[in-house]
């Protein structure tokens, strides 16, 4: 890949084109400002500006594109399920049931899904960091059964949790990822970008080479583009 920051100053003014791009990654770390609720805004942002909501819904509907958005940008990401296709059933991320911005590392499982992230990562049960304080997955009336899952939250025996601080955020069936209808489109509240190198995680086998079990996930990508 060949990594270029774009910023949506860069977009509304037409000073960029999604059109250039076959991939995009929505960032976390508190992208668009440091504050609550920025992915809320920066969805905003793109929703009410015409311009904007132009270039990304172009860049969604094209067949060839591929999009990945962590912590804040899951949450731009999920703002924009409206002109997303297949993502109808994607929830909102809202504040954790614990009041407080949760950061260490939890346990996830990887799901049988389509998302071209995960392609043959089924079954895998891997830490990851977390850090978030609006991290739970609110459904607001959809049936979170019909949701592409991706990703969820499990207890130290591998199941499915609900329970803090197993489940930072107390998101339902522990769901933490999901994809869209053809896995073109991937968001998670986690950060695998954060791990993805075996020196990154306190505890690996002795045999592991360079690379953490999570840069898998990025190659993935890359061959789906090839």
Known sequence: FAAIDVHMTDIISGRVSLSEFTGLVACGGFSYGDVLGAGGGWAKSILFNAKAR??????????????????????????????????????AFKRNLSEQF?????????VESPSIF??????????????????????????????????????????????????????????????????RFTIMMPHPERCFRSIQNSWHPADWPE??????????????VA
């Open 102 to 110: 949760e950061a260490r590392v939890a346990m996830v499982e990887i």
């Open 118 to 183: 995960f392609s043959g990562m089924a079954g895998s049960m891997l830490p990851v960091v977390v850090a978030h304080g609006e991290g739970r997955a609110e459904f607001s009336g959809l049936n979170p059964a019909d949701a592409q899952v991706a990703v969820r939250y499990i207890d130290n025996d591998g199941q499915l949790t609900e329970a803090f601080p197993a489940n930072p955020n107390g998101s339902p069936l522990g769901i933490t990822g999901l994809t869209t209808q053809d896995g």
């Open 54 to 91: 132009d270039e990304f819904a172009a860049f969604f509907a094209r067949p060839d594109t591929f999009g990945l958005g962590v912590c804040n940008g899951c949450q731009m990401m999920s703002g924009l399920k409206d002109i997303i296709p297949g993502a109808e059933h994607w929830p």
């Open 211 to 224: 690379e953490g079990a999570w840069l898998r996930m990025f190659r993935n990508a890359r061959a789906w």
